[in-house]
C-alpha cells in the first residue's frame, strides 16, 4: 500500500474556485488539475465540496442541427433508436426532446392484411 505524503493542503483562492465553476462541469479534469497546480483527487473533491457536477454528454444542449434533423425524422420514423443513431444521441435523450418540443410519431393506420 502506498503511503499517504503528509503535505498541509494549499487552501482553495476565490480565484481557483470561480476556475473550478467555469471548467469543470465540461473540461478535462487532468488538465485543470494542472492549470490549478493540484492533484485530480484534490479537484474531485474541491468539485463534489461545493456541490458542482460534471455535465456528461447526454446533457450537453443539443445543436440547432440535431434539432433540425429531429424535426425531419422523428415524425416518420418506425425506431427511436434508429433516429438516435442518426443523431447521435441516446434513444431516450431523442424521446424525451422531441415530447418537449411536441414532437410525436405520425399515426399509420395498422395493416391487418387482406379480410
Known amino acids: 500500500m502506498a503511503k499517504r505524503r503528509n503535505v498541509a493542503a494549499r487552501p482553495w483562492t ?3 474556485v470561480a476556475i473550478l465553476r467555469e471548467f469543470y462541469p465540461t473540461g478535462k479534469i487532468d488538465e485543470l488539475a494542472q492549470r490549478l497546480g493540484r492533484t ?3 479537484v474531485k473533491h ?3 465540496s461545493l456541490g458542482i457536477k460534471r455535465q ?3 446533457d450537453r444542449l443539443w445543436s440547432e442541427e440535431e434539432v ?3 424535426r425531419e425524422l ?3 420514423c418506425k425506431s427511436t433508436r434508429e433516429v438516435a443513431r442518426k443523431i447521435g444521441r441516446p434513444w431516450g435523450s431523442v424521446r424525451q426532446i422531441a415530447s418537449n418540443l ?3 410519431k405520425s399515426k399509420r393506420p395498422k395493416d391487418y392484411g387482406e379480410l
Do not use: K, T, V
Request: aromatic fraction near 14%; charge should be negative.
Open 68 to 70: 433540425r434533423m429531429l
Open 56 to 58: 456528461s454528454w447526454c
Open 74 to 76: 422523428y415524425p416518420n
Open 40 to 42: 485530480e483527487a484534490s
Open 46 to 48: 474541491q468539485a463534489y
Open 14 to 16: 476565490e480565484e481557483d
Open 102 to 104: 411536441g414532437i410525436s
